[in-house]
């Protein structure tokens, strides 16, 4: 059994996946397991779904903040924070723009990702 799923009562979800992504011709198996997680029963992916840059300031940790919640306030950040597992933000250099550009990911459901794609929120 792998260690990437904490929990140990979805072994053969585990195997299964290893088994698809292994099918798939030079596919590096343990890179894209990371992507995915287990929630009650179901597989969910790991998928961006919001980015923003934030320009050279002292810490950005703090400046970040606002834009987020600001953005968990519309209808697209309360649908991510509803239907959505484990959000969270990566902070990532920006040498274009001086700055930094902050990217915030979930875990979705494919088909709750078909249906925020359909709904025109990704930008991908």
Not at 32 to 57: A, C, I, N, P, S
Not at 82 to 111: F, L, S
Request: aromatic letters at 14%; proline letters at 5%; hydrophobic letters at 30%.
């Amino acid at each position: 059994m792998s260690t990437f799923f904490p929990n140990k009562h979805f072994p053969s979800v585990d195997e299964e996946l290893r088994r698809h992504m292994s099918k798939q011709v030079g596919m590096n198996t343990e890179k894209k397991l990371q992507k995915y997680q287990v929630y009650d029963d179901h597989v969910y992916e790991r998928r961006v779904v919001h980015k923003f840059t934030m320009g050279d300031v002292d810490d950005v940790e703090i400046y970040i903040a606002q834009p987020i919640y600001e953005w968990q306030q519309t209808d697209h950040g309360k649908w991510v924070m509803k239907n959505g597992r484990d959000p969270q933000y990566h902070i990532n250099a920006d040498p274009v723009a001086y700055g930094y550009q902050v990217v915030i990911t979930a875990h979705i459901t494919p088909k709750r990702w078909t249906e925020y794609v359909l709904r025109g929120w990704y930008t991908g």
